[in-house]
């Protein structure tokens, strides 16, 4: 039987399959990417929430896994080697997911490293651009009086938008025909935006006709659909 005990966050929340990959998370649009892939690739999984509103990813068991203190996190029991394997940050997690099993990344080199840069499009643009409009207009920012902060990442999120309503103006995907790891990057973020964050009209959003299309292809995936909500959130 396979043994977390060297991990304290195994203490905290406990595997009752121990032999499947944990996921600690909470679905956000980070927290889904992870789910939404596992979901996608079929493979075993068991999922343990971390409530980010009782400050339960700053506990010394979860920063024992992520000392970046952020939702998602794994431990894959059958890593590299057959050893467990510890793993932060949403973007890495889908990546070696998807060279774990062989899906959702191409094994061709350019397309793998164009699919990574789709990637990164999202990691370093798209996620901290919309989150930041999130705070500043539905959040804690939307009382303060300057709405500078607020319209300066309402302008850069509509960018974006417009970025990636290029990229999808012929395509289904964003790498094509085939869905990818750049795809479940995006989905959450973009449906966040739209419907929690409630910024469609400050990101021009009825203006789009490829990312709109897109999302409702995306969330039609049961996979996408199911793993959107997983881990249930808190009653």
């Known amino acids: 039987m396979t043994d977390l005990s060297a991990f304290p966050i195994a203490q905290r929340w406990p595997a009752l399959h121990p032999e499947r990959l944990q996921l600690y998370s909470l679905p956000t649009p980070n927290g889904m990417k992870v789910s939404i892939m596992l979901e996608e690739i079929g493979l075993p999984y068991e999922p343990h929430l971390v409530d ?9 068991e979860f920063l024992s896994l992520n000392p970046n203190g952020k939702i998602p996190a794994i431990i894959d029991p059958n890593g590299p080697g057959g050893q467990p394997l510890a793993l932060f ?3 890495a997690i889908l990546i070696y997911l998807a060279e774990k099993t062989g899906k959702l990344l191409s094994a061709d080199p350019a397309t793998r490293y ?3 840069q789709w990637l990164m499009f999202q990691m370093g ?7 930041q409009l999130g705070f500043f207009h539905k959040f804690a920012g939307a009382a303060f009086e300057d709405k500078r902060p607020r319209d300066r990442y309402a302008a850069e999120s509509k960018r974006l938008l417009g970025v990636l309503e290029t990229r999808l ?3 289904t995907w964003i790498m094509g025909d085939d869905f ?5 990057s995006m989905l959450g973020w973009v449906k966040t935006l739209r419907d929690f964050y409630g910024a469609a009209d400050l990101v021009g959003w009825d203006d789009l006709k490829a990312v709109p299309a897109w999302l409702g292809r995306g969330f039609a995936r049961p996979a996408v659909l199911k793993g959107s909500g997983i881990p249930a959130r808190p009653a």
């Open 114 to 116: 164009q699919t990574i």
């Open 52 to 60: 980010i509103t009782k400050n339960e990813s700053w506990t010394p």
């Open 169 to 171: 103006a012929e395509r």
């Open 180 to 184: 990818s790891i750049a795809d479940v």
């Open 89 to 91: 940050e949403s973007g």
């Open 125 to 131: 643009g798209v996620g901290p651009m919309f989150g």
